[in-house]
């Protein structure tokens, strides 16, 4: 398995932005898939944006298209999540998620093996 951690979370104002962090070890980073996740209270864990490296594949949801961003560096095994222009919905806790059985459309909570132990964002109105 992967181990992650996350940081970055934080409350911010409608409009702001954040930087979500996730540190991975245990496996070799480029070859794995990657994503953030998010859970808002009484509802269920959704998919945000995935990636594999190793293939150039990435989804994003379309309610963060063009204001989230995901990124890495190789150097530190850390992978980014960048989020501009957000939203009061865009509250939640985040997690990040790996795994390093490659497949298409790797958009499931289920496709992921690997967890963090998430990071609270709070967007105030």
């Known amino acids: 398995q992967v181990q992650l951690v996350e940081s970055g979370g934080g409350l911010v104002q409608a409009g702001g932005s954040l930087r979500l962090s996730c540190a991975a070890s245990?496996?070799?980073?480029?070859?794995?898939?990657m994503g953030w996740f998010r859970q808002a209270p009484g509802k269920e864990r959704e998919f945000v944006v995935t990636t594999a490296w190793s293939d150039g594949t990435t989804y994003y949801t379309d309610s963060v298209k063009g204001r989230f961003t995901i990124s890495r560096d190789d150097a530190k095994n850390t992978v980014y999540l960048q989020m501009n222009s957000l939203r009061p919905e865009d509250t939640a806790v985040y997690y990040c998620?790996?795994?390093?059985?490659?497949?298409?459309?790797?958009?499931?909570?289920?496709?992921?093996?690997?967890w963090g132990q998430g990071t609270q964002v709070t967007v105030s109105s």
């Open positions: 998620a790996a795994d390093d059985r490659l497949r298409v459309g790797m958009i499931f909570a289920s496709d992921f093996a690997s």
């Open positions: 245990g496996r070799t980073f480029r070859s794995l898939a």
